[in-house]
């Protein structure tokens, strides 16, 4: 809910970094609740797309490659427009797993070491592209792993079926 609220402008409107109001290729530039502002060590924002329909890397086909195109360019532009840094200096990913289902990027400073910015959670923007660029179904084919804390109910999941 906390998505929508923010996609309707119903909450943080005023944190609002970029909008692109397109209903398809379009998405809400926000600062991670994890970031405090003051301080381009730490920047962290997140992108938000307007579409309902994609909830997480699994879902994303080259169909969507004008949204995720659209977020990689104008994330990065608003970025260095709003606060000087360089697209150089950031790290553009999505998670998988990620923490809500509704497909978010991920935009922290190169040198800041987020949470979940480590190579079995994130995947880079730019290669997400270039994989579906080369196959349109790259990511319902693929095997993506991924770490589990052994409190996650997913990973009882695996335990039990025995793949732990």
Same mark, same amino acid.
């Given at each position: 809910?906390?998505?929508?609220?923010?996609?309707?402008?119903?909450?943080?409107? +005023?944190?609002?970094? @970029?909008?692109?109001? +397109?209903?398809?290729? &379009? *998405?809400?530039?926000?600062?991670?609740?994890?970031?405090?502002?003051?301080?381009?060590?730490?920047?962290? %924002?997140?992108?938000?797309?307007?579409?309902?329909?994609?909830?997480?890397?699994?879902?994303?086909?080259?169909?969507?490659?004008?949204?995720?195109?659209?977020?990689?360019?104008?994330?990065?532009?608003?970025?260095?427009?709003? *606060?000087?840094?360089?697209?150089?200096?950031?790290?553009?990913?999505? @998670?998988?797993?990620?923490?809500?289902? !509704?497909?978010?990027?991920? $935009?922290?400073?190169? &040198?800041?070491?987020?949470? &979940?910015?480590?190579?079995?959670?994130? !995947? %880079?923007?730019? +290669?997400?592209?270039?994989?579906?660029?080369? +196959?349109?179904?790259?990511?319902?084919?693929?095997?993506?792993? $991924?770490?589990?804390?052994?409190?996650?109910?997913? *990973?009882?999941? $695996?335990?039990?079926? &025995?793949?732990?």
């Amino acid at each position: 809910q906390w998505v929508y609220n923010i996609l309707e402008k119903k909450a943080e409107a +005023d944190r609002i970094v @970029h909008e692109n109001p +397109d209903p398809s290729n &379009g *998405f809400v530039l926000v600062p991670d609740l994890k970031w405090n502002q003051n301080q381009l060590e730490d920047l962290y %924002l997140i992108a938000l797309v307007h579409r309902r329909d994609i909830k997480s890397l699994r879902d994303l086909t080259a169909e969507h490659l004008p949204l995720l195109r659209n977020v990689l360019q104008e994330g990065k532009e608003a970025i260095v427009k709003r *606060f000087g840094v360089p697209s150089s200096q950031l790290r553009i990913y999505l @998670h998988y797993q990620p923490s809500y289902q !509704h497909l978010h990027v991920h $935009f922290t400073a190169l &040198g800041y070491d987020a949470p &979940g910015s480590s190579v079995e959670r994130a !995947h %880079l923007l730019a +290669d997400v592209i270039d994989n579906l660029a080369m +196959d349109s179904m790259y990511y319902q084919k693929r095997a993506l792993t $991924f770490p589990l804390r052994a409190d996650e109910p997913l *990973f009882k999941k $695996f335990q039990e079926a &025995g793949k732990v």
